[in-house]
């Protein structure tokens, strides 16, 4: 093939080929996007949805920072100052179940020498004893006087001495109670007096025949016996 020929088979091709790269020649954007080369980046972009949540809450809080920083009237009353307390005043109230010591004809102390007399009940009649092991009887007085640091003499006789002599009708609750059994007109036996009723004085003594226990001047023996009562402790 000559060459006048080849040069004519390749010269329509050039042409082509030329016009062709001309026709992809783009001057404006909008004819890019028409031509599909070119995408709005709004298309393209695609926005990670934690980074976008985290803008959205910034915004918030600007937002919400704005809007705490303008002054709010407030609606709440003012609340009025609550008045001066008072000087309290207490009223003591007596209770009705409570025993004070020289409020009564029953004094604290008279009790409680009655009670610690009451736990030598049933102990044997032993003559100078002042334990639980055997007491006579102003053995048994003076170990319960003791307890209290009241201190008597040893014997029933001296001890009618001691203290104030009442008249039977007075006898309280702690006295001492005396009897002359000896058939003589001198004491010789005491006790403590732990209930008076009417004429009746009951006490807690030591007998030589049953040791520690309770009497009442009802009984013939120690009605007939009886000598005097006396006040040791108000």
């Known amino acids: 093939m000559s060459a006048k020929k080849i040069l004519f088979l390749i010269l329509p091709m050039l042409l082509l080929a ?3 790269g001309y026709s992809q020649i783009i001057t404006t954007k909008k004819e890019a ?3 599909g080369v070119y995408v709005k980046p709004s298309e393209t972009k695609k926005v990670n949805p934690e980074v976008e949540k985290t803008l959205a809450l910034v915004e918030k809080s600007k937002a919400d920072k704005t809007v705490a920083s303008k002054p709010v009237a407030s609606t709440e009353k003012p609340k009025a100052k609550p008045a001066k307390s008072k000087k309290a005043v207490i009223v003591d109230k007596e209770d009705a ?3 004070v010591a020289g409020s009564s004809s029953e004094n604290y102390l008279s009790m409680q020498l009655i009670n610690n007399a009451m736990e030598f009940l049933g102990v044997r009649y032993r003559g100078g004893g002042t334990s639980k092991a055997g007491m006579d009887c102003s053995g048994m007085v003076t170990a319960v006087f003791n307890i209290f640091d009241i201190k008597l003499p040893r ?3 001296d001890m009618a001495a001691v ?3 009442v008249d039977s009708s007075d ?3 702690g006295d001492l109670i005396f009897f002359k059994t000896n058939g003589r007109s001198v004491i010789n036996h005491v006790g403590l007096v732990i209930e008076k009723i009417g004429d009746e004085i009951k006490f807690i003594h030591s007998s030589t025949s ?4 309770v009497s009442s001047t009802k009984e013939s023996y120690y009605h007939k016996n009886f000598a005097q ?3 040791v402790v108000d």
Request: aromatic fraction near 0%; charged fraction near 35%; glycine fraction near 8%.
């Open 18 to 20: 030329s016009t062709a």
């Open 33 to 35: 996007v028409k031509k």
């Open 97 to 99: 179940d409570l025993v």
């Open 155 to 157: 014997s029933s006789h």
């Open 163 to 165: 203290g104030e002599k």
């Open 171 to 173: 006898v309280k609750k």
């Open 210 to 213: 049953k040791g520690v226990m």
């Open 229 to 231: 009562v006396n006040r």
